[in-house]
């Protein structure tokens, strides 16, 4: 309840609660996500507006091992009521499965330690097609100098690739102290490579983005496209004046 105070305290208007499963741990099950209204009774109201805080349940599995991707695979009823899906792959295998193939939200970046592996364009290139966003967290680059090294190093390889496009930064607090207001974290924006605008949007516009990507994951049943149908070879021959006919066939 402290830390959703001041989140909204410093200008947030929407948070998500995190539920991890890390797959290399122990085994473990994808329970139900606990209804906000469940540990929040009531809920704080946005400074400067009338609107209450929104809560949002968010899912992020830590995969080590392509089985663990079987699991985003399936049509899983728990999985289907978190409001945002993130996946958190430790290897360039699984980076590429996540960029390319997983029905998710959010594509975790290691900031903690050095990547193992280097960011390749075409992934990339096919998650931000998709709809697909990176998130960057922050916390660990307040708590400890390495990993601020590790921090600003990990991102910068990866604005080289993406540009600054489809960028979310985020907290991952557990505690009140660990938070930022929105200001404060777009500076942070810059030290990772983004321009002043690309960091203002990884902490709004992008946010909504990835929040809406996962409404249309939850509620989207298949979709409609076109396709021009080709013309048969009997209306090609019909089309063809004699004159053109007779010299093709002689």
Partial sequence: QTILVVCFSVGYSA???????????????????????????????????????????RLTLVVSDPSHCNLLRSTSANIRLYDIIA?????????????????VDLVCINVTEKL???????????????????????????KDSTMRRYTISNAISLMQICKGKNIVISSAAERA???????????????????????????????RAAMLHGETRKTACGVVYTVKKPRKVEEEETTVPACKKAKTQA
């Fill in 15 to 57: 948070v998500a609660l995190n539920h991890v499963i890390d797959f290399k741990e122990k085994k473990q099950e994808i329970s139900k996500p606990v209804s906000p209204s469940e540990l929040f009774p009531s809920l704080p109201i946005v400074q400067g507006t009338s609107k209450r805080i929104k809560v949002l349940t």
């Fill in 116 to 142: 193992p592996f280097y960011f390749r364009r075409p992934p990339v290139n096919m998650a931000i097609d998709r709809g697909i966003y990176f998130e960057l967290l922050y916390t660990p680059a307040i």
């Fill in 177 to 207: 102290l660990e938070l930022r207001g929105p200001y404060d974290v777009a500076n942070l924006g810059l030290l990772f490579g983004l321009s002043e605008s690309e960091a203002k949007a990884a902490v709004s516009t992008n946010c």
């Fill in 87 to 103: 996946v958190f792959p430790k290897t360039e295998k699984l980076f590429h499965i996540a960029c390319t193939t997983l029905d």
